[in-house]
Every structure is written in C-alpha cells, then in structure tokens.
Nanobody, 116 residues
C-alpha cells in the first residue's frame, strides 16, 4: 500500500523557519522523483520544489527561491522541505508527490500558517 505522510506543518511567525517531512512507504522510493506543491483555498495547486530520484538535481519555484530548500534521504524514504524566512503568502497546505513516468502518488497534506 502506497503511503506518503507529510508532517511538520505549524503556525510560524513571519521570518521564521519550518521543516516539512514526507515519509514514503509501499513503493521503491529511491527510484521516484519527489515534489512539493502547495495550495490555498480557491486556487490551483502550485509547484514549489522538485528533487530527482538520486537527489542530484533540484528545482525551486521562483516564488520561494533562496528561501526554501528540498532534500531527500533515500535510506529513510523521506523528502524534506526546509522553509526559511517565511512570509504570510507562504500560508497553504503543502503536499508531497512521488512521480515515476506516468505514476503519481500524493500525500494528504500538512497545513503551514505564517502569521504574527
């Protein structure tokens, strides 16, 4: 059974930091590229970050570039999103996604709220 479980979402003050985790099980994690997306009510899900299966390539959305970092630990079947210098506009539900060819798996999401 494929599972992606996000954690680490919380209420954080502007300028603060947060690290999201996504624990994977039920598939061969190290052969999948991993993504982070986010979504606010009434808007489409937005790409945030990508990391290749080996971790050798990453891509970060312009809106968070220089503030967010994606990484993975294939030994722990986990992908991370380090969020620094967060802004109120980073408030969203954050989702991780695993992709290999035409296969996509999504997690249930974790809420991040940036507010003073």
């Amino acid at each position: 059974q494929v599972q992606l479980v996000e954690s680490g979402g919380n209420l954080v003050q502007p300028g603060g930091s947060l690290r999201l985790s996504c624990a994977a099980s039920g598939f061969f994690f190290s052969s999948y590229a991993m993504y982070w997306y986010r979504q606010v009510p009434g808007k489409e899900r937005e790409f945030v970050a990508f990391i290749s299966s080996t971790g050798g390539r990453t891509n970060i959305a312009d809106s968070v570039k220089g503030r967010f970092t994606i990484s993975r630990d294939n030994a722990k079947n986990t992908v991370y999103l380090q969020m620094n210098s967060v802004k109120p506009e980073d408030t969203a539900v954050y989702y991780c996604m695993a992709r290999r060819n035409s296969e996509n798996y999504w997690g249930q999401g974790t809420q991040v709220t940036v507010s003073s």
